[in-house]
């Protein structure tokens, strides 16, 4: 059998929710894949992809340290990267002063450093290439101070701004960068958070799947970003409308501690 004339896409937080939906949508539309996670289940979400036709590598590696994101690019092996689907997130609820020192620092370099790293080393190729498409995942959660979730809420802010930067810089290099900006999502997301006995952990959640589908068609569009779901786009619009402070306290009583049955 000759190599393969398959386009390559990496993708990030691969193993469950909308990291995995994003690499179907992938292996679906013609792609092979490299696939991360921190955890085991990195192999079996590459085992069943593997189905849809596809070859799919798996990489177990800690993307908040510089060894993970090491280890994922070494395991690219030179191959050009037609995409980069930059998913990589954790969460972390209750207040800031309650948090252990060491999970901030965690959902900060997951987050934000090793998402940087990674597509700063992949971007790095494909302006050599002058090829190649970036889907970095924010949140519409960058919107909003995040009352119960700052350090979470403020890293997205980072990357809703840092993908326009970067989509702007790259303009001139045929490299498109799209920015995925989803709402509360079925995965999860929640219990890692310790927020699954909030209001928003048992509020209106969109189908990863779902989410992951306008992401991936706004990836290959071309598309600067993309809001899912018109909840999430309503939302939005009333960032303009309503004050930081007001939407902070409203955000507040959905991901207070325990709120979930007051």
Request: with cysteine.
């Amino acid at each position: 059998m000759g190599p393969t004339t398959r386009p390559l896409a990496v993708v990030t937080g691969a193993s469950t929710g909308i990291g995995y939906e994003l690499a179907r949508c992938c292996a679906i539309n013609g792609f092979d894949l490299v696939l991360a996670a921190d955890e085991a289940k990195i192999n079996a979400a590459a085992d069943r992809l593997r189905r849809l036709g596809c070859k799919a590598d798996a990489v177990q590696a800690d993307l908040s340290t510089s060894e993970g994101v090491d280890k994922l690019y070494a395991a690219i092996g030179g191959r050009p990267v037609a995409a980069l689907l930059a998913n990589a997130g954790r969460g972390l609820g209750n207040g800031f002063l309650d948090q252990d020192f060491v999970s901030v620092r965690h959902v900060i370099d997951t987050n934000i450093t090793g998402t940087l790293c990674l597509v700063q080393k992949v971007g790095r190729d494909m302006r050599t290439a002058r090829s190649g498409r970036i889907l970095i995942t924010g949140s519409i959660a960058g919107n909003t101070p995040g009352m119960y979730h700052a350090v979470y809420h403020a890293s997205k802010a980072f990357l809703d701004s840092f993908a326009g930067a970067l989509r702007a810089e790259l303009k001139d290099d045929s490299i498109t960068v799209t920015l995925l900006m989803p709402g509360a999502t079925k995965t999860e997301f929640f219990e890692r958070a310790d927020l699954e006995h909030t209001k928003l952990g048992h509020g209106k959640m969109d189908e990863a799947a779902a989410v992951a589908q306008q992401g991936f068609d706004a990836m290959m569009k071309g598309v600067a970003y993309v809001v899912t779901g018109w909840h999430n786009k309503f939302l939005a619009a009333m960032t303009n409308i309503i004050p930081a402070s007001v939407r902070t306290q409203m955000f507040g009583k959905q991901a207070k501690p325990h709120s979930a049955h007051e």
